[in-house]
């Protein structure tokens, strides 16, 4: 019994450490990647045509702090940290912006939150950046336009389903990379660089960090080709290659504006597919372990008979184990579907809301079900 306590215990742990991280949806992945490589080509022209760095406020930080000690010491004026302070202080104002316009962290398609705004406000701050250098050849008020922009696009996801994410450059996404990788390679050191040796818990944490691996490195390969792209581009095109980023987050801004309420049902219908396809290859992969199970107690209550006790303990605990999980898996099931025939209920309730607005009527018996559908509170 103590044997079948342990294994419990163990498939407990590694069940907790596979649900610190689910890998995202693959809409969200290539919307991360796409804002990489929109912000590797908006820092490469930046720095090429401005003189700055944009994309992150690190560097700019340390100019201060160099600012500071060259006026300290009479070797610049206080034009150095101040041109610094400006590019902060846009990329501040950027991310507040987008406070003020998203207040999850996570990418909600559909909500209340204005990702289509946010997107149409980067794309006219990166044409607000050519324009002034164009005509007035402002590079440091353009810099800020551009280090605004960048602002506002990195504060749009910063985490996403366990894993911190950030668009617009690639300290922290290289430190999680490398740190990610240290520890894959330490739990395979430890057994020999042998996957057969690992145990169901170390099989569930290198899941976890390959699924990390999997956002993570594209999302500084996609910055890199950006960076790429985006040199390239100046070199031809000059400032005006930012145009390129404004074009493609200005199209994607407008056009979310325009079919959000069509992308949030479609983006739903795709969710609960995909939901809905995890639970039977889950219920399918537990129903053949439980078989499997049933059928090695049964062969060893035939061969061992009275010597297999302890055996066959462990082996009922298991069987039981797994007769809880399939179980709690179909209520999840049931759970989803209700879920989702709400949701959708919510949706026809908020156009036939919308439509009522727009032509100044209200529908007394949409609002009478509405409120009769709401959940009573008993005192």
Not at 72 to 82: L, N, Y
Not at 141 to 169: K, P
């Amino acid at each position: 019994m103590r044997a079948g306590s342990n294994c419990t215990e163990m498939y407990m742990k590694a069940d907790k450490t596979r649900k610190t991280f689910q890998r995202p949806a693959w809409w969200v992945l290539a919307f991360g990647w796409f804002l990489a490589a929109c912000a590797g080509i908006v820092n490469a022209v930046s720095f090429r045509s401005f003189g700055h760095f944009v994309s992150h406020a690190t560097g700019s930080t340390t100019s201060i702090a160099l600012g500071i000690e060259g006026v300290s010491h009479g070797r610049h004026g206080w034009e150095q940290p101040a041109d610094a302070a400006k590019l902060l202080a846009s990329f501040l104002v950027g991310a507040f912006a987008c406070g003020l316009l998203i207040d999850k962290n996570q990418v909600h398609i559909g909500g209340k939150a204005l990702y289509g705004a946010a997107l149409v406000g980067n794309a006219l701050l990166l044409i607000a950046a050519v324009g002034l250098y164009d005509a007035a050849g402002d590079a440091m008020l353009s810099a800020c336009c551009a280090a605004c922009a960048c602002g506002l696009q990195n504060a749009m996801c910063t985490s996403h389903f366990g894993a911190v994410v950030r668009t617009t450059h690639v300290t922290g996404t290289l430190t999680d990379i490398g740190s990610t990788a240290g520890r894959m390679a330490m739990i395979f050191l430890r057994k020999g660089c042998r996957r057969s040796r690992l145990n169901v818990l170390e099989r569930a944490e290198i899941g976890v960090d390959a699924r990390k691996m999997l956002v993570l490195a594209p999302m500084w390969l996609s910055f890199l080709l950006g960076s790429v792209a985006g040199a390239f581009l100046q070199n031809h095109v000059r400032v005006y290659a930012l145009l390129l980023p404004a074009l493609l987050t200005g199209s994607l801004g407008l056009t979310y504006m325009l079919f959000r309420q069509r992308l949030k049902e479609q983006f739903k219908k795709m969710e609960q597919s995909r939901l809905r396809k995890e639970v039977d290859e889950i219920n399918e992969t537990l129903s053949r372990a439980q078989s499997f199970v049933h059928d090695v107690r049964r062969t060893r209550s035939q061969t061992n008979g009275s010597h297999g006790i302890i055996e066959d303990g462990a082996v009922e605990d298991l069987e039981e184990e797994f007769g809880h999980m399939l179980e709690t898996m179909h209520q999840v099931e049931a759970e989803l579907e209700d879920m989702y025939k709400r949701n959708l209920r919510e949706s026809d309730a908020d156009a036939v809301a919308g439509r009522n607005r727009d032509d100044g009527s209200f529908d007394i018996e949409a609002g009478a079900a509405s409120a009769a559908q709401r959940p009573k509170v008993s005192a």
